[in-house]
């Protein structure tokens, strides 16, 4: 599916839905290269609250519209605001953001189909996944503005090496979407005109799996591998054990046994 038309309304995030339960959320503020002003950032964390209650969406896609997926926080704004307290609020605004992205039930897909800079590059960095157009480019430069890229940090140093993430923190340089493959930000790189289709494709291999058992895995994911090895095992069997006595992987076993298509039952 294409991202939306800039030109098709003012409004600075836009919401489609795709057949089969795909969600695109687009960054819709094109001359500013999509940068997160209060209000898209405000709508963003509305519309991510909605979509975990809709049991109808199975996959969300973030992308962009115009040159950029995301710039980063909107410094226009930000410096219009020159507040210790405006700027707490901002980044912890942000910050629960990007813990909801993690903390909703549905797979999470970055579009990157431009530049990813400074907490674009971290939204990229806190999706589930990401697919990349060939072209796309990723950096944390506010050290080049003198602002060393915190918050971004956090993000960026849970997907690739740490000394890979600090040269990228302390330097403020691009890396292309190859580089960025090889360190683990994105999933995957294809050609700009077969983005869509690529990620057309992986959402679809995640709906058509049971949607209890995705979103039990997702949430699992997230809270062990923040734990010592010891604690994230016995999490992880308790849920393993819950999710086996679930119909769900009582119809998935039985059609595996008897070597059939499985017949999952609808998301509750």
Not at 19 to 31: D, K, W
Not at 48 to 72: H, N, P, Q
Not at 187 to 215: H, M
């Amino acid at each position: 599916m294409n991202a939306p038309d800039a030109n098709a309304t003012a409004e600075p995030l836009l919401l489609t839905r795709a057949s089969a339960g795909v969600v695109h959320l687009t960054l819709n503020r094109p001359q500013q290269f999509n940068a997160l002003s209060e209000q898209l950032l405000a709508q963003l964390a509305a519309e991510l609250e909605r979509i975990a209650s809709d049991r109808s969406a199975r996959v969300v896609v973030i992308g962009g519209t115009g040159k950029a997926f995301c710039a980063g926080h909107d410094l226009k704004q930000m410096r219009a605001n020159p507040s210790l307290e405006y700027y707490q609020r901002l980044f912890a605004d942000c910050a629960r953001i990007m813990r909801r992205i993690q903390t909703l039930p549905q797979p999470v897909i970055a579009r990157v189909h431009g530049i990813a800079t400074a907490a674009g590059c971290q939204l990229v960095a806190m999706c589930d996944l990401a697919v990349a157009a060939d072209g796309a480019r990723f950096a944390v430069s506010g050290i080049n503005a003198g602002l060393f890229c915190s918050s971004p940090s956090v993000g960026l140093s849970r997907n690739v090496g740490r000394k890979q993430a600090f040269e990228m923190l302390v330097t403020g340089e691009f890396i292309d979407a190859p580089t960025a493959l090889a360190r683990g930000l994105v999933n995957r790189v294809v050609a700009l005109p077969d983005l869509d289709r690529a990620i057309d494709q992986l959402a679809a291999t995640i709906v058509a799996k049971p949607a209890l058992a995705v979103a039990m895995g997702k949430e699992l994911f997230y809270r062990q591998i923040e734990m010592g090895t010891e604690a994230a095992y016995q999490l992880a069997t308790h849920t393993m054990a819950c999710n086996m006595i679930d119909e769900v992987a009582q119809e998935g076993v039985d059609a595996f046994i008897s070597k059939r298509a499985p017949n999952w039952p609808p998301p509750r």
